[in-house]
Structure formats: C-alpha cells, structure tokens
C-alpha cells in the first residue's frame, strides 16, 4: 500500500470517527430534552393512528417525531401531519426523505416545547413520564377542546385515559 493510500485511508478513518462523535453528541440532545430516539415499531403506529382516529384535514402533531414514521403514517391518511424534532440528524433524515419521498409531511427543528399547537387536532407524544408531566401544562394550556392526544408507553399524571390498547401500550386523552 502506497504513502497516498494510507494517509487517504487515515482520513477517511479519522473523519468517520468524528462523525460517529456529532451523531452521539447529537443524540444527547434529544436525550436531555425528551427521550432518547427509540423506534415505534408498525403495529403501534397503525394502532396509534386508529385510536386516535387519524383522518383526512386532521393537523397532526409528533413530539419528538425520530425517524419520522409516525408522521409519515398520518400524512399518508391525509393528514396536516408535522413531526417536531430537537435532533438535528433525526430532522434532516426525516425532511430528506419526505422531499424525496414527495411526502407531505413537514418536520421542524425545535423543541416541542416552543412550537406552537394551537391548531393541532392529534398530538403523538413518546416521551419519558418527566417530560409527560412538564408537557402536561403546554398541553393543557394550549390544545383546543376535543383535541386527541396519544401517548406511547407513558401516561401523563392525573389524566383519565379514554382508550387504552395494552398490548401497544397507548393511552388515548380528549381534552375537555
């Protein structure tokens, strides 16, 4: 192996490494803020979206939206479906692949926590009961009456869950 070849190979290494680095850095974002990206698996987010009764003009809403699967899923139902994102890996991954996937789901980059949901219909949220109860407020401040909100795994404090799939692990809530 030439001089060239190494030294191109120790780059290619080195440059590897440090974005393997950004990644990990990145994802403590969504760790801090949140929750750690873990995937909802199909069968929960069909049996999500069907709970929630998720249809055509619905304004949809993903807190902590990951790769994107959950908000994809509601577009393809017709829904104004946004998924909101801290990680700004998981963001670009999920807005590539709704620009070429022709997709009409939007993804922002931002905290839930300063994104304005005022017009949300349904609300998807998988995130860690500490972060249930410290949404539970913007929630309930500002969802309208009758908005549907799903929560993956976790309940929020205090709150009477509508529907419950436990094999999923969802929890239904109407706002009043």
């Known amino acids: 192996m030439s001089f060239e070849y190494f030294l191109l190979l120790q780059i290619i290494l080195m440059l590897a490494g440090a974005g393997a680095m950004l990644f990990l850095l990145l994802s ?12 909802t698996d199909r069968k929960a987010v069909d049996a999500a979206l069907k709970m929630a009764g ?3 003009g619905d304004v949809f809403y993903d807190l902590g939206s990951g790769d994107g699967r959950v908000v994809f899923a509601a577009a393809a139902l017709g829904a104004k479906a946004t998924g909101v994102e801290i990680n700004p890996t998981l963001w670009m ?11 009409r789901a939007n993804f922002i980059l931002a905290s839930f926590f300063d994104v304005n949901l005022r017009d949300a219909d349904v609300v998807f949220v998988y995130t860690w009961p500490k972060t249930n109860e410290k949404l539970q407020a913007k929630l309930e401040r500002e969802l309208k009456k009758g908005a549907r909100i799903i929560s993956h795994r976790f309940t929020f404090p205090g709150w009477k869950p509508v529907a419950t799939d436990d094999g999923q692990k969802l929890f239904l809530y109407i706002t009043g």
Do not use: D, I, N
């Open 28 to 39: 403590t974002l969504s760790f801090l803020y949140g929750a750690p990206f873990v995937m």
């Open 93 to 103: 991954w999920s807005a590539c692949r709704s620009v070429l996937g022709k997709s």
């Open 54 to 56: 998720v249809k055509k």
